[in-house]
């Protein structure tokens, strides 16, 4: 949860997990959707001991596997495919961070709206509408008029 101490590494083996912050106001704001095979941590506990910034919690039932990060990275030291490995991870990781702030930055809500749908179509029918629109950014309502407009 946003503000706990975790300094686990989370794999999904089945389900799909949401990843959210919660605003001051008590809005959600979400960050991503794990689906089987996704990888996921808090950069800031896990680097610097800092409280976690975002929760998770799994939308479906789910199955995530917890690696403590300190013990992956301590076993990296001493084995060059779990360094390779982990290096994947942290790219990966970072990768997706700059094209999701890229997205939220310099891509309309409808842009927003047709990029998932195109590069996630197997995940939007497993979410509810109104985690679609907080995905985007938008509210249920715009979601709606964007879809109407576009099936037009």
């Given at each position: ?14 389900g ?8 001051a106001?008590g ?30 919690v ?27 490995a982990l290096?994947g ?8 961070k ?6 939220l ?47 037009k």
């Amino acid at each position: 949860m946003q503000g706990d101490d975790d300094s686990n590494v989370y794999f999904v083996k089945s389900g799909l997990l949401k990843a959210y912050y919660i605003r001051a106001d008590g809005k959600e704001h979400i960050k991503s959707f794990l689906g089987e095979g996704s990888i996921i941590g808090s950069m800031v506990a896990l680097v610097d001991g800092d409280p976690c910034t975002f929760s998770l919690v799994a939308n479906e039932p789910t199955l995530a596997i917890a690696l403590p990060y300190k013990a992956l990275a301590d076993a990296a030291q001493n084995d060059i495919s779990l360094a390779n490995a982990l290096v994947g991870f942290l790219s990966t990781y970072g990768k997706r961070k700059e094209q999701r702030e890229y997205q939220l930055l310099s891509l309309s809500a409808e842009d927003r709206y047709e990029l998932m749908m195109e590069t996630m179509p197997e995940i939007s029918g497993r979410i509810s509408q109104a985690d679609l629109a907080a995905y985007i950014g938008i509210t249920p309502q715009a979601l709606s008029r964007i879809k109407r407009r576009l099936t037009k």
